[in-house]
């Protein structure tokens, strides 16, 4: 069936990785590798689909400081895998896919920066769909570091505080383009500091299933619902 109206961009918060392995009674981080997976399978969805852009929520600020160690460093050498699958993956450029990373990216070790700038370098002129991994992300703290970015310019004289407005505040944040949907699998029904800005009218869908889990019915199903529901903008 033909979905009439496909957003151009979502966002998708990759939520139950671990719940997901811990009720297969293994180590709670094995289930960040299936979530890979699963990205990879995303992408040909949306391709199909003619989605032009994806904001992926994998790893929060929050995170970063809070996640085990060992879970981290698990988390940050599959990281380095899949980005180094990634710069040799056919698919980047069959399908003109440019990549982004967003967040705090310096917390990351040099290895895994280094990674990030070689493939937004690779794929920045790509423009037929777009790829936002949020890495170290956190919706406040984009909005603190943009404001800084703001106070810097106004103190060298470059910016004049009366120019600042909603427009002009985007070019500071890390992501300037808002997704007219965002996903959330893994049974929570809160935003978790995810674009806080960009998502003042986003639609949300709140799924129970966990991220890896998630099956092109589902996205299916959410591409439908989004299709039926009224975007009113606050009127």
């Not at 996640?67 to 380095?80: A, G, I, M, T, W």
Request: with cysteine; aromatic share 12%; net charge positive.
């Amino acid at each position: 069936m033909e979905i009439k109206k496909i957003p151009n961009h979502i966002g998708i918060i990759l939520d139950g990785n671990r719940r997901f392995a811990k009720r297969l009674m293994i180590k709670p981080w094995i289930g960040h590798k299936w979530g890979a997976k699963k990205v990879d399978k995303l992408i040909e969805w949306s391709v199909k689909y003619k989605i032009k852009e994806l904001t992926l929520y994998v790893l929060s600020v929050q995170n970063f400081f809070s996640r085990p160690k060992n879970e981290l460093n698990y988390l940050f050498n599959l990281f380095k895998k899949e980005l180094g699958n990634l710069m040799n993956d056919k698919k980047i450029d069959k399908y003109k896919i440019k990549i982004n990373f967003i967040g705090r990216l310096n917390l990351f070790d040099k290895e895994l920066q280094e990674l990030m700038k070689k493939i937004m370098k690779k794929t920045k002129n790509n423009n037929n769909f777009t790829i936002n991994f949020a890495m170290a992300y956190g919706g406040r703290e984009e909005i603190v570091d943009a404001v800084k970015k703001i106070a810097q310019q106004v103190k060298k004289g470059k910016l004049d505080i009366n120019n600042i407005n909603e427009e002009s505040f985007k070019d500071f944040l890390y992501l300037k383009s808002a997704p007219e949907l965002i996903i959330r699998t893994g049974g929570e029904k809160r935003t978790s500091n995810f674009l806080n800005y960009q998502a003042n009218y986003s639609e949300w869908i709140f799924l129970d299933i966990m991220w890896p889990e998630f099956e092109k019915k589902d996205f299916v199903k959410c591409l439908n619902e989004f299709s039926k529901r009224k975007r009113r903008f606050g009127k």
